[in-house]
């Protein structure tokens, strides 16, 4: 079973900035959309930014500007640069992985979340 490694969370002042990083424990075939998505507490999960596999990305209205996301297509890794924290910024954030098959269907790898804590 092929799981979703993040790291890169942790604490921040606000201010500062952090660099996610997600990459495949294995081989994922067909990848079409890499992404992040964030929890805080008390509320549901969001898209933070989405980049697809021929580099195009998608980012919640918000946060473009402060967040940019990136991969390397080689690695299977996904990056996200977040700059300007702000406390609201706290949350779990997830790293997403969609795989589409040649006849259309999706599936879905989740990562176990990394906690961003922004806070003085």
């Known amino acids: 079973q092929v799981q979703l490694v993040e790291s890169g969370g942790g604490l921040v002042q606000p201010g500062g900035s952090l660099r996610l990083s997600c990459a495949p424990s294995g081989r994922i075939l067909n990848i079409s959309q890499m992404g992040w998505y964030r929890q805080a507490p008390g509320k549901q999960r969001e898209l933070v930014a989405g980049i697809t596999s021929d580099g195009n990305t998608n980012y919640a209205p918000s946060l473009k500007g402060r967040f940019t996301i990136s991969r390397d297509s080689g690695k299977n890794t996904v990056y996200l640069q977040m700059n300007s924290l702000k406390p609201e910024d706290t949350a779990v954030y997830y790293c997403?992985?969609?795989?589409?098959?040649?006849?259309?269907?999706?599936?879905?790898?989740w990562g176990l979340g990394t906690q961003v804590t922004v806070s003085s």
């Open positions: 997403n992985v969609r795989r589409t098959t040649s006849w259309g269907k999706n599936y879905d790898y």
